[in-house]
């Protein structure tokens, strides 16, 4: 997984000084949207356009509805678009009632990925009751989502234990949600964290049966504990491979190769791991994990298998009818070149094999109480009321920030999406570690995951996600689940 650019870095940050999210608005001329949507001044609000926004999710939220007069006095309307869009239509009615239905069977719909999003823009125009004519834009923005409901994809960069994405597990009374990864180099290392109150049996799932991958072979899940992993210290060592003449063992040049794979199959590991789903020994798909009293933090990590020594041909290649990963050594060694006297330079390799950049899914359930119910300091705390939040760590790529945001609207329908604005921001000097709780956006899917959200007015304790408009500067309420 390649860094991005400054130039993309500095885009990235810029969402934290526009934050919103994204809900239906009606501005006054000359200034802003007050809470409930309306103006802030006496009597009937003139306003120069109407802005709705509408999210809807492939397989999963088909149909949005609403009023296309979007709070003002409206006489009629005229469309200015057709209402046959790309990834669906639009019904509208005389009184401004509108419906939105994304066509599933479409191949617009059908090729849209758990990464990707897309929109509809409807452009027309109000009449209101006082004879004045009002632009008005609904724009409609399309998730896409595979036929099983996915938490996320991995959070970039994922690449260092410190950098692992968090994971939400679910219960028995609602199975976790797939997680969606990705391996884009043969070398690449995802790291996921998630923790536990104790006394518990927690499984994860890797491309179980239903998925997508589940029949190709080509991950390895390895479960560590977090605080014996951080202390063994062992995640940036590496293997010598030698170059040597076979005749007197002399080392004729030495290579360095920290595969993850490679470092587990030398011990380098064995204090910390728990357990590991490893598909060149078996079919298994599943792990359990019993977890003692203590609360503890887990971490998590997909890679590539390596090829072993059985597996090469004569030639030094994987051999074209091996099923699995062969056995025998991972340091493979063949002939690089034949001496007159009859003695050989033997080289010394790895292997990735097999190796897929396809994507993986990854689900982890518990049996014990949800650990997201008891409060951690990286929680954000949101009153109600007052209508603040404040997010005391954000992670944006392996920045940290604090943010405190502001209510601006409040939803009169189930359609209507709330607006959060940004009334701080601060950057944190410190090291980015990893943490279940941590609020993070990812670039991958535009998604901001809040792990724990405390409203104080209530205390009930919510796990929330927003989706990031970077063409509007504004984020979307997606999902926000009690988890107390």
């Given at each position: 997984?390649?860094?991005?650019?400054?130039?993309?870095m500095?885009?990235?940050?810029?969402?934290?000084f526009?934050?919103?999210a994204?809900?239906q608005?009606?501005?006054?001329?000359?200034g802003?949207?007050?809470?409930?949507?309306?103006?802030?001044?006496?009597?009937?609000?003139?306003?120069?356009?109407?802005?709705?926004?509408?999210?809807?999710?492939?397989?999963?939220?088909?149909?949005?509805?609403?009023?296309?007069?979007?709070?003002?006095?409206?006489?009629?309307?005229?469309?200015?678009?057709?209402?046959?869009?790309?990834?669906g239509?639009l019904?509208i009615?005389?009184?401004?009632?509108?419906?939105?239905?994304?066509?599933?069977?479409?191949p617009?719909?059908?090729?849209?990925?758990?990464?990707?999003?897309?929109?509809?823009?409807?452009?027309?125009?109000?009449?209101?009751?006082?004879?004045?004519?009002?632009?008005?834009?609904?724009?409609v923005?399309?998730?896409?989502?595979p036929?099983?409901?996915f938490?996320?994809?991995?959070?970039?960069f994922?690449?260092?234990?410190?950098?692992?994405?968090?994971?939400?597990?679910?219960?028995?009374?609602?199975?976790?949600?797939?997680?969606?990864?990705?391996?884009?180099?043969?070398?690449?290392?995802?790291?996921?964290?998630?923790?536990?109150?104790?006394?518990?049996i927690?499984?994860?799932?890797?491309?179980?049966?239903?998925?997508?991958?589940?029949?190709?072979?080509?991950?390895?899940?390895?479960?560590?504990?977090?605080?014996?992993?951080?202390?063994?210290?062992?995640?940036?060592?590496?293997?010598?491979?030698?170059?040597?003449?076979?005749?007197?063992?002399?080392?004729?040049?030495?290579?360095?190769?920290?595969?993850?794979?490679?470092?587990?199959?030398?011990?380098?590991?064995?204090?910390?791991?728990?357990g590991?789903?490893?598909?060149?020994?078996?079919?298994?798909?599943?792990?359990?994990?019993?977890?003692?009293?203590?609360p503890?933090?887990?971490?998590?990590?997909?890679?590539?298998?390596?090829?072993?020594?059985?597996?090469?041909?004569?030639?030094?290649?994987?051999?074209?009818?091996?099923?699995?990963?062969?056995?025998?050594?991972?340091v493979?060694?063949?002939?690089?070149?034949?001496?007159?006297?009859?003695?050989?330079?033997?080289?010394?390799?790895?292997?990735a094999?097999?190796?897929?950049d396809?994507?993986?899914?990854?689900?982890?359930?518990?049996?014990?109480?949800?650990?997201?119910?008891?409060?951690?300091?990286?929680?954000?705390t949101?009153?109600?009321?007052?209508?603040?939040?404040?997010?005391?760590?954000?992670?944006v790529?392996?920045?940290?920030?604090?943010?405190?945001?502001?209510?601006?609207?409040?939803?009169?329908?189930?359609?209507?999406?709330?607006?959060?604005?940004?009334?701080?921001?601060?950057?944190?000097?410190?090291?980015?570690?990893?943490?279940?709780?941590?609020?993070?956006?990812?670039?991958?899917?535009?998604?901001?995951?809040?792990?724990?959200?405390?409203?104080t007015?209530?205390?009930?304790?919510?796990?929330?996600?927003?989706?990031?408009h970077?063409?509007?500067?504004?984020?979307?309420?997606?999902?926000?689940?009690?988890?107390?």
């Amino acid at each position: 997984m390649n860094k991005v650019s400054m130039l993309a870095m500095l885009l990235i940050l810029l969402l934290i000084f526009a934050w919103g999210a994204s809900a239906q608005t009606i501005r006054p001329p000359g200034g802003s949207s007050s809470g409930d949507g309306g103006s802030s001044g006496v009597g009937t609000p003139i306003v120069s356009k109407i802005e709705l926004v509408m999210t809807v999710i492939k397989n999963e939220k088909q149909e949005v509805s609403g009023n296309l007069f979007g709070g003002v006095a409206g006489a009629s309307l005229r469309l200015l678009d057709s209402p046959i869009g790309t990834y669906g239509y639009l019904d509208i009615s005389a009184e401004g009632s509108f419906r939105y239905a994304l066509k599933n069977d479409l191949p617009q719909v059908q090729v849209l990925g758990p990464n990707d999003t897309a929109q509809e823009i409807f452009r027309y125009q109000v009449t209101t009751t006082n004879n004045i004519t009002v632009d008005a834009k609904l724009t409609v923005y399309i998730l896409g989502n595979p036929s099983v409901s996915f938490d996320n994809v991995e959070i970039e960069f994922n690449n260092g234990s410190n950098e692992a994405s968090p994971i939400h597990a679910g219960n028995a009374a609602q199975m976790g949600q797939y997680m969606r990864g990705q391996l884009t180099t043969s070398s690449d290392r995802d790291w996921f964290i998630f923790n536990s109150l104790g006394n518990e049996i927690i499984n994860l799932e890797l491309c179980p049966e239903g998925s997508h991958c589940k029949d190709e072979k080509a991950w390895v899940m390895y479960v560590f504990d977090a605080d014996k992993f951080a202390s063994e210290g062992n995640e940036n060592q590496s293997v010598t491979l030698r170059t040597y003449l076979d005749r007197t063992n002399e080392t004729l040049a030495t290579a360095q190769a920290n595969h993850f794979y490679l470092l587990y199959d030398k011990g380098f590991f064995n204090n910390s791991l728990i357990g590991i789903i490893d598909p060149c020994f078996g079919d298994r798909r599943t792990l359990d994990i019993g977890v003692g009293p203590q609360p503890k933090n887990y971490l998590a990590l997909i890679t590539s298998p390596l090829l072993r020594s059985s597996g090469l041909d004569v030639q030094g290649n994987a051999k074209s009818d091996l099923e699995g990963c062969g056995s025998g050594d991972t340091v493979l060694e063949r002939v690089k070149a034949s001496l007159p006297d009859g003695s050989k330079i033997i080289e010394q390799f790895i292997v990735a094999y097999p190796y897929s950049d396809d994507q993986y899914t990854l689900r982890v359930t518990r049996t014990g109480a949800d650990p997201f119910a008891v409060l951690s300091p990286s929680s954000v705390t949101f009153d109600s009321i007052g209508r603040k939040a404040n997010v005391a760590k954000m992670r944006v790529n392996n920045q940290l920030y604090s943010v405190k945001l502001e209510q601006l609207n409040t939803p009169i329908s189930a359609d209507m999406l709330s607006t959060f604005g940004i009334e701080s921001i601060q950057q944190l000097d410190e090291p980015l570690t990893a943490d279940p709780y941590l609020p993070t956006y990812n670039p991958a899917n535009q998604i901001v995951r809040y792990p724990q959200v405390l409203d104080t007015q209530s205390g009930i304790v919510y796990s929330v996600e927003m989706l990031y408009h970077p063409e509007s500067n504004t984020l979307s309420l997606l999902k926000a689940t009690p988890v107390n």
